[in-house]
């Protein structure tokens, strides 16, 4: 059977295709297919030929084998050093023995290819930072995704995340108008508290269009309303679009770059429509990573921006804090042990650990912020990252991941890590439930709710 | 032959190198799309420059980074071997005698001790980067035949060098394999991974952009390599 009903070359494209890969459970079928998926090796070599360039090329043919990658790798070092968790070697045993071999490989070998990329890597981009040519094996991941995709050798979950992006813009089941009704709903939920407050939807030329996260909308609503709050308490004139809401991209995870490109259109052509001054993505790092650092370069945009400026939330608290529209309460800043996990997508790949330890310095009492070891860019993966966290089939690999970051607090003696990054955030409560370790873990809009000064005009009457 | 060897055979392995270096500088050059490696490095030619060269500059210090500081012997052994198989072709003594008489110039050269103990540090470096391919478990599983080789024809002129300096057997033979064997490493740098002499700066120069122009490097105080 070259082509299974549900695992094959086809992207989803329909609602109905969706829904009947949703309905085979946990991928049983899917997965069956895929043993006799064929490989079409000469689209694969054609590939490569077209989009294997000097940059990857290189990077190849340089590797020293010298294994000073070995050591950067989290899953290398939790994995009692495995030699086969060296990221050159994960690398050079998949996509460039693919090179070598010209495309011509068989089905075992796509399906180790296909473990390899997705749960013996997590894109984290650590090992990049350690090797002396400048090898960095989490592209090359990126890269390897794109071709496993393109030859259907994806999980399974990464396929429907793929497709939900295709039909409905977003990774989850959640339309246009669901979207603007929870926020709504959530507003008016706190209105008696919040007077005043609204949900500007698609108001032309704000100064903030925020754009979410569709597992927001979906199973953490309050974080709306959370948001919603903090910009009405800063005094911001802010909108969210009715259409192009999703900062997040499954797309990304599974290598389907035609659906990245679908995706980031789509909050794009929201900026263009409504001309907001800035956009604000929320606590996300691949969604920031997605829309804000590739996603131009998907999208066509020689200058590497989107169109509007467009800045994480972190970047939003800090000046928000840094400018007094946010106040705390000195009474009622961290008092405990606290810690800050650093997400790969945004301090790594954007430089923003400054601003991160800058949102600390005003809510935590001084002498109570502790750094996890590694930390900022050359922090480890919570564990989760790059889909990890919502693929099946590797759950136990991905629980065994997770150990590094459990030990990482562990060891920093902290009783509360703050995870501004939903994947990141995920990975800490899935750790704390495998492993009990007694933590508590937050995203930053409720701990900012609870210590903010409520503005007098903007208070409650009794 | 020594004429031949010193002569013809020595303008053509020069020859070959430094080409095959420049072709594959510019090919690689070329090769880089905006697009596709998402990094715009037309649009930011300034910031690009800035992180390339930082990114070159922190790899070529000892130390100068988290990863060498991290792996102290591996900083050393590998300083100690590119140090002076860099230095040692280029200035010693006895090639910028031969310039000399070929073109009529020589350049700075190194002081005979120091050129002494360079080599020494070459072949002895040479000696335990072999033997920790052999006793890392993460380093042998990366490890082929042909990288045995490489690191064979990149030490071979400098142990003949030595034989042929500390005159031991017969010079001139020794001096005739000194020159056959640097000859060889030559002409197959281009060949090679041992392009890495202009392809370690393109490559790092590159992710320097990347992390300059696209990763962060326009926010805050940019990336600590």
């Given at each position: 059977m070259p082509e299974g009903t549900l695992c094959n070359k086809k992207p989803i494209e329909t609602e109905e295709a969706l829904k009947a890969l949703l309905a085979d459970k946990s991928g049983k079928v899917y997965y069956e297919e895929m043993k006799s998926l064929e490989i079409d090796d000469k689209l694969l070599w054609k590939t490569i030929q077209n989009t294997l360039k000097s940059r990857l090329r290189t990077w190849l043919k340089i590797c020293a084998h010298c294994g000073m990658c070995a050591d950067s790798c989290f899953l290398y070092l939790i994995n009692d050093?495995?030699?086969?968790?060296v990221p050159a070697y994960k690398i050079q045993a998949t996509l460039g023995e693919i090179v070598r071999r010209k495309g011509k490989v068989d089905n075992d070998f796509m399906h180790m290819a296909m473990e390899t990329a997705w749960a013996k890597c997590t894109?984290?981009?650590?090992?990049g930072m350690y090797c002396p040519h400048g090898i960095d094996m989490g592209i090359m991941f990126g890269y390897l995704r794109g071709l496993l995709y393109q030859q259907g050798f994806v999980p399974w979950e990464m396929k429907i995340g793929a497709g939900m992006h295709r039909v409905y813009r977003a990774q989850m089941d959640v339309t246009d108008e669901d979207f603007v009704e929870t926020f709504e709903w959530m507003i008016e939920e706190y209105e008696d508290d919040y007077p005043g407050l609204e949900v500007p939807v698609?108001?032309?030329?704000?100064?903030i269009m925020y754009t979410v996260n569709a597992r927001e909308v979906k199973h953490y609503p309050e974080d709306l309303a959370e948001a919603g709050i903090l910009f009405h308490l800063a005094g911001e004139n802010w909108t969210v679009p009715s259409k192009g809401w999703e900062q997040t991209s499954l797309a990304m995870f599974a290598g389907d770059w035609a659906a990245c490109k679908m995706q980031v259109e789509s909050v794009y052509e929201a900026m263009e429509r409504l001309k907001p001054k800035r956009m604000v993505g929320t606590e996300c790092g691949h969604a920031h990573r997605a829309t804000v650092i590739e996603g131009p370069y998907w999208a066509g945009r020689k200058n590497g921006k989107p169109p509007a400026e467009s800045i994480h939330y972190v970047e939003w608290v800090a000046e928000a804090l840094r400018t007094g529209k946010l106040k705390i309460d000195p009474a009622k800043r961290i008092k405990r042990q606290v810690t800050l996990q650093d997400s790969c997508n945004y301090i790594r790949n954007n430089g923003l650990k400054e601003v991160t330890r800058e949102i600390m310095s005003y809510m935590v009492e001084p002498g109570y912020f502790v750094e996890m070891t590694p930390n900022k860019e050359h922090n480890y993966c919570c564990g989760g990252g790059g889909g990890f966290n919502g693929i099946g089939i590797f759950r136990p690999q991905r629980n065994k991941a997770l150990i590094t970051k459990r030990d990482q607090i562990l060891n920093s003696g902290a009783e509360l890590v703050i995870a501004p990054c939903h994947n990141c955030w995920d990975a800490i409560r899935d750790l704390e439930e495998e492993y009990k370790i007694g933590i508590e873990w937050s995203f930053l809009k409720p701990l900012l709710i609870s210590m903010v000064e409520v503005p007098e005009h903007l208070q409650a009457k009794e | 032959m020594f004429a031949f060897l010193t002569g013809f055979m020595l303008w053509l392995s020069i020859g070959i190198c430094l080409i095959g270096l420049i072709v594959h500088l510019v090919l690689y050059v070329r090769g880089l799309n905006w697009q596709l490696d998402r990094v715009a490095y037309g649009a930011y030619p300034a910031q690009g420059f800035k992180g390339a060269v930082r990114s070159i500059y922190r790899w070529l210090i000892p130390f100068g980074n988290h990863s060498w500081r991290k792996q102290p012997f591996m900083t050393v052994i590998f300083f100690g071997f590119h140090v002076g198989a860099v230095l040692v072709p280029i200035f010693l003594l006895a090639h910028n005698l031969i310039l000399k008489e070929k073109l009529g110039f020589s350049l700075f050269t190194l002081n005979p001790t120091v050129a002494d103990f360079l080599t020494w540090a070459v072949v002895i470096s040479a000696i335990l980067l072999a033997l920790r391919r052999v006793a890392l478990p993460e380093v042998r599983i990366l490890t082929t035949v042909y990288d045995y080789f490489i690191l064979f024809i990149s030490t071979a002129p400098f142990i003949t060098g030595l034989i042929a300096r500390y005159q031991i057997g017969d010079y001139s033979f020794w001096l005739t394999i000194h020159i056959l064997c640097g000859e060889a490493l030559l002409i197959a740098i281009p060949f090679t991974k041992l392009s890495h002499i202009i392809l370690f700066f393109a490559s790092r120069a590159q992710l320097g952009m990347d992390y300059a122009i696209k990763r962060g490097g326009m926010k805050g105080k940019g990336i600590a390599w």
């Open positions: 050093r495995d030699p086969k968790q894109c984290c981009n650590r090992c698609d108001k032309e030329g704000a100064d | -």
